[in-house]
């Protein structure tokens, strides 16, 4: 039996742009992608915490240290500059290993989008 775990967050990050002309996507701060273990082209929930917002998208890496998290397309839609969101992504695995497996969890700061702590 094959589930869906979560495999990476990034908790509590802020926004720093919303462009709605845009094909779509969410840019992303290439440290916290690699902190998370994320990858460019990705599939993420991004959850906001500033209106309760949920969508699924994908991730274009953005520059090192830029502190960049861009919700580009209809995604801006959903999001303003200065909300809070989470960034989730999951991975299926079989249920044995899903009950070891220990996911990448990231805690920037809210202000910088700079890495502070990760699991």
């Known amino acids: 039996m094959q589930i869906e775990v979560l495999k990476s967050?990034?908790?509590?990050?802020?926004?720093?742009?919303?462009?709605?002309?845009?094909?779509?996507?969410i840019e992303i701060d290439e440290r916290l992608m690699d902190a998370a273990n994320m990858i460019e082209g990705?599939?993420?929930?991004?959850?906001?915490?500033?209106?309760?917002?949920?969508?699924?998208?994908?991730?274009?890496?953005?520059?090192?240290?830029?502190?960049?998290?861009?919700?580009?397309?209809?995604?801006?839609?959903?999001v303003m500059k200065g909300d809070i969101v989470i960034i989730i992504s999951y991975a299926q695995m079989k249920f044995e290993e899903a009950k070891t497996f220990k996911p990448w969890i990231v805690f920037p700061d809210e202000n910088t989008n700079k890495l502070i702590t990760n699991n």
């Open 42 to 78: 990705e599939k993420v929930t991004v959850v906001n915490i500033n209106n309760g917002e949920r969508l699924e998208t994908y991730i274009i890496k953005g520059k090192k240290d830029s502190g960049t998290i861009s919700l580009n397309g209809p995604a801006a839609r959903k």
């Open 9 to 25: 967050k990034i908790h509590r990050v802020k926004v720093t742009d919303a462009h709605l002309d845009y094909v779509g996507s």
